[in-house]
């Protein structure tokens, strides 16, 4: 569905892996590699991968995974051309309501504690913090944030 701003929210297809491999290879230091996408979208079937486009190009990707009543989030990112205009709000917000009307009650992620833009929107939406992972992150022994949304209907617009 495009909004009236042009963005469009879909389902992450084969044609998206290039761009969105690339977003992640950007906004990570440990990016995941290509395969791990293809396997989200050929093998699991607990995945849900989401992308939005802007002018013809991949603005953000998210994987997550469908796990009972739960949805981890698993990677979100914006390329760097589209962030700062509440894009990957809109694209989180998208794959919550989707979650939500399979059933889905509860959302949970991990996020490097020294992303203060990415903390500051989910805490915006709700999530809280439930505990944090000691050097969860090899690259520099970051600790990881657990956050978590314990009840999806109540987000707005969700």
């Known amino acids: ?19 969105v491999v ?8 440990l990016p ?4 791990s996408f293809i396997y989200e979208l ?14 013809r190009r991949v603005a953000a990707m ?8 739960e949805l981890h989030i698993a990677t979100i990112a914006t390329h760097p051309d589209y962030r700062r205009r509440g894009i990957g709000k809109k694209l989180l917000l998208h794959a919550l309501r989707a979650a939500k009307a399979e059933g889905v009650t509860r959302a949970f992620l991990e996020v490097r504690e020294g992303n203060h833009a990415a903390l500051s929107m989910y805490r915006n939406l709700g999530f809280a913090e439930d505990g944090r992972r000691n ?14 949304l314990n009840d999806l209907g109540h987000i707005q617009g969700v």
């Open 22 to 29: 690339a977003i992640d290879q950007v906004s990570f230091s």
């Open 135 to 148: 050097e969860y992150y090899k690259d520099n022994n970051e600790d990881a944030i657990l956050m978590s």
């Open 1 to 19: 569905m495009e909004d009236p701003t042009g963005l469009l929210i879909r389902k992450m297809i084969e044609v998206d892996l290039e761009q």
């Open 32 to 35: 995941w590699p290509s395969s």
């Open 62 to 69: 998210m994987v997550g995974w469908l796990i009972m009543d």
């Open 42 to 55: 050929k093998d699991n079937f607990s995945s849900r991968s989401w992308v939005a486009e802007m002018d």
